[in-house]
């Protein structure tokens, strides 16, 4: 029977599919860039099964596009189709789930990779899903497909966080929305009994066990990595007074909210300044406490950055937070510290395993608490630089993306040998 190790020793062909793929912020995309880089250059055949918004590749990897309807794009959210852009009934299942409230995006995408994997079933040697967990994938063992799992956390945590925060009629749609998470957790389940699933820390090994009800002993960790050619520190002199953050979406569970009043208390009594990489909800929250906390001038909002500009940023502040009520990783963290930029981080799900002793950890939710801590560090030059080489030592220590993609394969060639020993 071929083992492991000869699978190893040949170049693989990988589908990796991911639901949507933000080029520049959040996490997906960023992961499947990366990582479908640093297999190719293992010498593997990588092809990435992507909907919009699609990744942007490095040379090596080829994008298949498997086109959604797009009805969440950034300038015109929540849109409904003409007509004439109906092409199947997933577009219609996907249309009408939308005008219903719920999200249908990992489901739909599910059923055209599957359509797609059909019609391909030779090409491929194993299949990565990233994050979608849609029901089609249950489809992929009977195309005689291996099949590896990645859930970075479980998406019953942020439904956790933002029900608590919503009241009314918002929580009513809300929980609507969250629907699909009952289909990730019944798919995980299924996943884990026929093949390898991996998550990036201890943090969300153990909210998988528990919300998703996977087996003990069913998940293997690999972290995360960050492109040191692009994150690290510069030379040139950071801006005084400049605070950075980084918020993939406009939400509760990444506590932007908790920050803008940790900085409205240290605005009173320094000069600083916010930059939030991520874009304000229009009419939302988040914009109406700028207002409420007087923040126009002191704080401001730089969404979809190419990824060079927004490494100059992160390298350019003297300090950096991550505010969230859970991070099941936090590439931002990671990016922060790669940049050499003081961080402080909450002690919210994995963020004190990834920074460990790199960063200033704070209270989640705790504004008083965040603001002293960023009072501490604007005041002391010192702090600032100890904790600028911690962080640098950290990330060359222990998160590297050529590492990622070796743990990686080696999780696609157990899965081929556990798919051909069940075959016989």
């Not at 596009?65 to 199947?88: C, G, I």
């Not at 300090?319 to 009520?325: F, N, R």
């Not at 510290?337 to 460990?356: H, I, K």
Request: proline share 7%; with cysteine.
């Amino acid at each position: 029977m071929v083992n492991r190790v000869t699978i190893m020793s040949r170049p693989l062909r990988v589908a990796l599919l991911s639901y949507r793929s933000k080029p520049h912020c959040g996490g997906q995309g960023v992961y499947v860039r990366h990582l479908s880089r640093e297999l190719a250059a293992l010498g593997h055949s990588v092809e990435v099964l992507s909907g919009q918004p699609y990744p942007e590749l490095e040379p090596g990897p080829v994008l298949r596009k498997v086109p959604s309807l797009d009805l969440y794009r950034d300038e015109d959210p929540f849109r409904t189709p003409a007509r004439h852009e109906y092409r199947d009934w997933i577009d219609v299942l996907e249309t009408v789930s939308m005008w219903t409230g719920t999200f249908p995006e990992p489901l739909t995408f599910s059923l055209r990779a599957l359509r797609e994997l059909r019609a391909r079933r030779g090409d491929f040697d194993v299949v990565h899903d990233n994050q979608g967990l849609g029901y089609g994938l249950l489809g992929v063992h009977r195309l005689g497909l291996p099949l590896v799992t990645s859930i970075h956390h479980p998406i019953s945590v942020d439904r956790r966080i933002e029900l608590a925060a919503s009241r009314g009629l918002t929580k009513l749609s809300r929980r609507r929305w969250y629907g699909f998470v009952r289909m990730q957790a019944r798919v995980a389940r299924r996943m884990a009994g026929a093949g390898p699933v991996i998550t990036v820390s201890e943090s969300s090994r153990r909210d998988i066990y528990r919300d998703f009800r996977l087996r003990p002993g069913s998940v293997d960790i690999i972290p995360l990595g960050v492109d040191t050619r692009i994150f690290h520190p510069r030379g040139a002199p950071r801006v005084p007074g400049r605070i950075v953050t980084v918020a993939s979406a406009d939400s509760p569970l990444k506590g932007v909210a908790v920050l803008l009043r940790a900085v409205a208390k240290l605005a009173t009594e320094r000069d600083v300044q916010l930059t939030v990489v991520g874009k304000a909800a229009e009419r939302g929250e988040t914009e109406r406490l700028v207002t409420d906390l007087s923040l126009r001038d002191r704080v401001h909002f730089t969404p979809g950055l190419p990824e060079a500009e927004l490494a100059a940023l992160l390298a350019s502040a003297e300090i950096a937070v991550v505010p969230s009520l859970y991070e099941g990783f936090s590439l931002p963290a990671v990016e922060h510290m790669a940049s050499g930029t003081p961080l402080v981080a909450t002690r919210a799900g994995a963020l004190p395993e990834v920074t460990g002793d790199a960063a200033e950890l704070v209270t989640p939710g705790d504004a008083e608490e965040l603001a002293a801590a960023l009072r501490r560090l604007h005041d002391s030059p010192r702090e600032r630089d100890r904790l600028s080489a911690l962080a640098w030592q950290r990330v060359q220590a222990q998160f590297a993306w050529p590492a990622v993609a070796l743990a990686t394969a080696e999780c696609y060639a157990r899965a081929i040998v556990a798919h051909r020993a069940r075959e016989h």
